[in-house]
């Protein structure tokens, strides 16, 4: 892990940007901190860390008030990193089916999530390999965020995830299905029932097949960059419970 650069933001979270084998982090700790913090990984969606990065830096304030640590990386083809040819075109059928009003089509959901998440998630493992290794910085470890496929397949391989906080929002394979059941973590899962990109449906069902004996849906009103402070906050609330 190679740091790039270093600030403090207005609240004095101190944030450091680097790379990882070419692939572009940021690690968010508190201003101050009597004991190592425990570590929460920020997912997000394959917009590129550029555009995400204001909803990414506020989370990640909202960790570091509550004494958390917090990072997140580039997604596999976003920003600037390399483009590959099957998720260009399984971005171009999923534009064509949303543009002419047709369903979305479970070929293009796979081809469009399945080797995101197996790219991804050993990056995740990788990252969280080299976060763990730096001082200051402690499991237990919670994942934040989507793509909600991903969190649930970390949940699934990762046991040094203790707790997540999933956002649905995300087209679901089916194959994912089978995996929720092996998931034993707590769970907070986010839904905005408004999100009209979201099969909300298959978001229920998912929440349904999750094997965790705490898992918790937490649904409101609004569209999908509409999630309500208060709904963030429980999800603090929730880390706080299993993680400190």
């Given at each position: 892990m190679h740091f790039t650069s270093e600030r403090r933001l207005d609240d004095n979270t101190l944030e450091r940007r680097f790379t990882l084998d070419d692939i572009p982090g940021i690690l968010w700790t508190p201003a101050a901190a009597s004991a190592p913090a425990p570590l929460i990984l920020l997912g997000h969606p394959p917009l590129g860390l550029h555009k995400m990065y204001p909803r990414l830096a506020d989370r990640a304030r909202h960790c570091?008030?509550?004494?958390?640590?917090?990072?997140?990386?580039?997604?596999?083809?976003?920003?600037?990193?390399?483009?590959?040819?099957?998720?260009?075109?399984?971005?171009?059928?999923l534009r064509q089916a949303l543009q002419a009003g047709e369903p979305v089509s479970d070929e293009i959901v796979d081809a469009l999530i399945l080797p995101l998440v197996d790219k991804a998630v050993p990056e995740w493992?990788?990252?969280?390999?080299?976060?763990?290794?730096?001082?200051?910085?402690?499991?237990?470890?919670?994942?934040?965020?989507?793509?909600?496929?991903?969190?649930?397949?970390?949940?699934?391989?990762?046991?040094?995830?203790?707790?997540?906080?999933?956002?649905?929002?995300?087209?679901?394979?089916?194959?994912?299905?089978?995996?929720?059941?092996?998931?034993?973590?707590?769970?907070h899962v986010?839904?905005?029932?408004?999100?009209?990109?979201?099969?909300?449906?298959?978001?229920?069902?998912?929440?349904?097949?999750?094997?965790?004996?705490?898992?918790?849906?937490?649904?409101?009103?609004?569209?999908?960059?509409?999630v309500p402070q208060f709904a963030g906050d429980a999800a603090t609330r929730f880390f706080t419970r299993h993680l400190s």
């Open positions: 570091a008030a509550e004494g958390f640590a917090a990072a997140t990386i580039e997604l596999p083809g976003s920003g600037d990193r390399a483009r590959w040819a099957a998720a260009e075109q399984a971005r171009a059928d493992q990788s990252a969280l390999d080299a976060l763990l290794a730096l001082p200051g910085i402690d499991g237990p470890v919670g994942y934040s965020g989507g793509v909600i496929s991903i969190g649930v397949r970390l949940a699934v391989v990762e046991p040094r995830i203790a707790a997540a906080v999933l956002f649905a929002g995300s087209f679901v394979p089916l194959a994912m299905f089978e995996e929720a059941r092996q998931v034993t973590i707590p769970l986010l839904l905005q029932w408004d999100d009209a990109g979201n099969d909300r449906q298959a978001a229920l069902d998912l929440f349904d097949a999750l094997g965790s004996e705490e898992k918790t849906l937490e649904a409101n009103m609004g569209g999908h960059t509409g």
